[in-house]
Nanobody, 125 residues
Framework: QVQLVESGGGSVQAGGSLRLSCAAS????????VGWFRQAPGQEREFVGN????????FLPDSVKGRFTISKDNAKNSVYLQMNSLKPEDTAVYYC??????????????????WGQGTQVTVSS
């Protein structure tokens, strides 16, 4: 029912910034959390952070804390990932994900019910 579409990816130089958008549609009133993940070729999918849908609590792992910020605009059914001070190691396909159920944690991929198709972020040194 819920559909997610990411946008805003591209290529930037190290130290640059990008803002990714996740537009949600279809039954968004039932969502608990919207999260961001990333996956580089040959690597496991990595948790980037999440934000409460009805509330605004944000959680960011140490790998991106201080450089990335998550925000939302419920009127637009959109969640944003602001990425600053980008590093080459940030290069990956970034995915937006949403959970329609309460869970004790939201940092594992299987705990999300809906996924976007991803958007490529490439950071050059």
């Amino acid at each position: 029912q819920v559909q997610l579409v990411e946008s805003g990816g591209g290529s930037v130089q190290a130290g640059g910034s990008l803002r990714l958008s996740c537009a949600a549609s279809g039954g968004t009133f039932s969502l608990y959390v919207v999260g961001w993940f990333r996956q580089a070729p040959g690597q496991e999918r990595e948790f980037v952070g999440n934000i409460g849908w009805s509330g605004a609590t944000v959680f960011l792992p140490d790998s991106v804390k201080g450089r990335f910020t998550i925000s939302k605009d419920n009127a637009k059914n959109s969640v944003y990932l602001q990425m600053n001070s980008l590093k080459p190691e940030d290069t990956a396909v970034y995915y937006c994900a949403a959970s329609g159920h309460y869970r004790s944690s939201y940092y594992r991929s299987p705990n999300y019910d809906y996924w976007g198709q991803g958007t490529q972020v490439t950071v050059s040194s």
